[in-house]
């Protein structure tokens, strides 16, 4: 069979193409299919790669925005090794992460209720999900203005003779970072939900019916049938959790409680916004986003061992 | 006719506005001719003019602003302006941003001092040897525009009206609590003698909110004059004296006794200073509150709610009373600078001085409330009673800036947490005044 080629039916009278040989050549040896992703691949490295590159590269550096930056080795660095704000940032970043179990299970639990179909489970997806259609500025916005000392929650309880329990959320010290975990949780799970009933549905009811033959309970069946079934998106949701963990918090916490009351939920998603904004410190900022960078996906390696490690053993 | 508000921010000396005025005066008639081709005489200026600033929109300033600018394109009709206003909290993002890929408007509005003009200083043209005489002559303040706070330094900025902290009081609330209105506490001991008197009556003494941690700074700023000076305060600034220093520690104290025993209303920790907290005073429910001179949260809004003669100014506690007050702080409201991108640095240094003018300040105060700083402005008969209060105040006493000018952004932000923590009584005096050293000492 003779190959047909660009140019073929375009010989010259000398026997010579338009294009050169070497051309010709190229195109032979890269795959169509790069021609395809080329588009995208360009973008990709324009907006993404290229400004993660030159986020560390200013990470070197002393820049205030609007003056050429002036190289500073790992100064940056060693200035995040000794900042007592990152340092709390990143221990409140850490307790965050230690409820995303609860960000996670929660969602996945409710999924599988709503999955048996009890009685008014569509009314109950649809309010799951509402909050997620909230702006994380709304819903920072709207507790801000329930949980002030004499905003709508404090007077019920006052009114339900539970005044003993009303207290400035969002000012105490003992009190501000749980209620915002709290409320970002409640900000986030409605999602979960979702994501958790459409792969509980993708499941085969004939594994079920299986397992019911079997005279598996409904703990087992959970354990041995859907959780395997499900753990690649089990997978996904936590890592994406984990992430959000570490760059999704800042509209929350900004909304709520500015980081404070002190630095009680200062997070380093806000302390980079403070570093790159309010001290114009854009290079000591970038030098917190990287590290931000690299913990995040420390951790997502993590977690993505974990639940590999738990699905292996599940199967 | 009231004259001009005329406040060299940092004097030492009293001067008093006659004087000052008819100086001024004359020296701008002698200099008139030796202005620069770019001063606000119609001069030969043209071209597309772009301004930024966070108040065009704004009710009364900005249409203030609007007149002031057909003034300015009456004056050079071969001028293009284009006048934005960029939102308020991102604006530093915003002015930064643009600086760096060089495409930042002509002029733009800045804060005064290190947090504003001086932190951009690089990226701004020096205007030392620009302005003219006249502007430079008839303005106050400009020693927040300038390098390292020295108004004889390289200016980066025009400054542009007065601002402070000011305490109004509900006169009305004042005399049915048994107090003198024309006789408020004039120093902090009489200040919480009448809180008492007012808490008695069943009146809650004060207004404001801190649900930003930034009501503190003000209460700082307004007491910090009563035991130390300005030097002092630039001493704090400079880190040469500690904020555990006692006369720190003495302000803290008071702050903190302030908050106490129902001085305040409840819930005073989580309702925000700004949009919701005035309402307090205009309602009638506190007695006193912490506003500012000029613009927002100033006796033009106060006015309007509970009537010009019922509401009173206090400014300067401790300095008719024998205490160790000093001065009154006070300084400009706002800046006008030229980055050095600029492509019609000609037309924008016309703008900017005829922004400053006499003329647009007048403009300015009567559909703004800008207090003015240019020492030709005259108010007219029928200003209201407190802005000429306030500034027979600063004529007839020392005055310097606010100590907050001093400050790095992140030593005031700390202030303000600190000061909102011991509010709350969730740290101690002590504690509250070693964590602002704490962040000092990190900056430098």
Redesign the interface.
């Known amino acids: 069979m003779i190959p047909v080629t660009p140019g073929a039916g375009r010989r010259s009278a000398a026997g010579t193409t338009p294009e050169s040989g070497v051309g010709r050549r190229t195109r032979r040896r890269i795959p169509a299919g790069v021609w395809f992703v080329l588009p995208a691949l360009t973008l990709l490295l324009l907006f993404r790669a290229a400004p993660l590159v030159e986020g560390v590269r200013l990470s070197f550096t002393e820049w205030?925005?609007?003056?050429p930056p002036r190289f500073l080795g790992v100064d940056n660095y060693i200035d995040i090794l000794t900042?007592?704000l990152i340092h709390t940032a990143l221990l409140h970043n850490g307790i965050i992460l230690l409820t995303v179990p609860v960000w996670v299970l929660l969602p996945f639990f409710l999924a599988t209720i709503l999955h048996r179909r009890i009685w008014g489970w569509r009314f109950f997806r649809m309010a799951f999900f509402a909050p997620a259609l909230v702006s994380p500025v709304i819903v920072g916005i709207f507790f801000?203005l329930m949980?002030?000392?004499?905003?709508p929650i404090n007077t019920a309880l006052r009114g339900l003779g539970l005044g003993f329990l009303a207290t400035?959320w969002?000012?105490?010290?003992d009190t501000a970072l749980p209620v915002v975990i709290g409320i970002i949780i409640w900000a986030m799970f409605g999602m979960g939900v979702l994501i958790f009933l459409a792969a509980l549905d993708a499941v085969d009811p004939q594994l079920h019916d299986a397992a019911k033959i079997d005279g598996a309970s409904w703990f087992q069946t959970q354990r041995y049938v859907v959780l395997p079934e499900i753990s690649s998106v089990l997978q996904f949701y936590t890592v994406i959790m984990v992430i959000a963990s570490f760059t999704g918090l800042f509209p929350f916490v900004y909304t709520l409680t500015?980081g404070?009351?002190?630095?009680a939920t200062e997070v380093i998603d806000l302390a980079i916004y403070r570093a790159a904004?309010?001290?114009?410190e854009l290079g000591y900022a970038s030098a917190v986003g990287v590290i931000m960078v690299l913990l995040a996906l420390a951790l997502v390696w993590i977690a993505l061992a974990v639940t590999r490690r738990g699905t292996k053993a599940d199967a | 006719m009231q004259s001009a508000a005329i406040r060299p921010s940092g004097a030492r000396t009293r001067r008093p506005l006659v004087l000052l005025a008819s100086v001024a005066t004359a020296g701008a008639l002698v200099l008139s001719s030796c202005t620069t081709p770019d001063a606000d005489t119609g001069g030969e200026v043209a071209g597309e003019l772009t301004v930024w600033d966070w108040q065009y929109d704004a009710p009364g300033v900005g249409d203030a602003l609007k007149q002031v600018d057909e003034a300015f394109l009456a004056l050079h009709e071969d001028v293009e302006l284009t006048h934005i206003q960029q939102g308020f909290e991102q604006y530093d993002q915003v002015v930064a941003t643009s600086m760096s890929s060089g495409d930042v408007a002509d002029v733009i509005m800045l804060q005064p001092g290190e947090v504003g003009v001086l932190k951009y200083a690089e990226a701004l043209t020096d205007l030392t040897d620009l302005v003219s005489a006249e502007t430079r002559d008839q303005l106050v303040g400009w020693d927040q525009v300038s390098e390292g706070l020295d108004a004889s330094a390289p200016a980066y900025g025009i400054p542009l009206g007065t601002q402070t902290y000011v305490l109004y009081f509900n006169k009305q609330l004042f005399e049915e609590a048994g107090l003198d209105p024309e006789a408020p506490p004039a120093s902090v001991e009489e200040l919480f003698d009448a809180a008492e008197t007012l808490k008695g009556a069943g009146i809650t003494p004060f207004g404001g909110g801190d649900a930003e941690g930034i009501l503190g700074v003000l209460w700082f700023n307004i007491l910090w004059p009563a035991v130390a000076t300005d030097a002092d305060a630039k001493d704090l600034g400079s880190g040469e004296l500690a904020w555990t220093d006692d006369k720190v520690v003495e302000i803290f104290e008071t702050y903190e006794r302030l908050h106490a025993d129902g001085n305040f209303p409840a819930g005073v920790a989580t309702t925000p200073l700004f949009g919701e907290s005035p309402g307090q005073f205009t309602r009638g429910e506190v007695a006193m509150f912490l506003g500012l001179a000029s613009t927002d949260m100033s006796y033009a809004q106060f006015n309007e709610a509970l009537g010009e003669e019922n509401v009173g100014v206090i400014q300067g506690l401790g300095l008719e009373s024998g205490d160790a007050a000093n001065y009154i702080p006070v300084g400009p409201a706002v800046a006008w600078s030229i980055p050095v991108s600029t492509e019609n640095a000609a037309a924008a240094l016309a703008y900017a001085e005829h922004l400053t003018s006499a003329e647009s300040q007048k403009t300015l105060f009567e559909l703004g409330g800008f207090l003015p700083n240019n020492v030709a402005t005259e108010l007219g008969d029928d200003a209201p009673a407190q802005p000429r209060q306030m500034l027979a105040d600063w004529e007839s006493h020392d005055t310097a800036v606010l100590a907050q000018s001093y400050w790095a952004v992140e030593v005031l932000l700390e202030v303000g947490k600190q000061l909102q923590l011991l509010a709350t009584g969730q740290t101690t005096v002590a504690d509250a005044a070693a964590g602002v050293q704490a962040v000092q000492e990190r900056q430098g």
């Open positions: 205030k925005g609007f003056v900042d007592p801000e949980l002030r000392e004499n905003g400035q969002l000012v105490d010290l500015r404070g009351p002190g630095n904004f309010q001290s114009s």
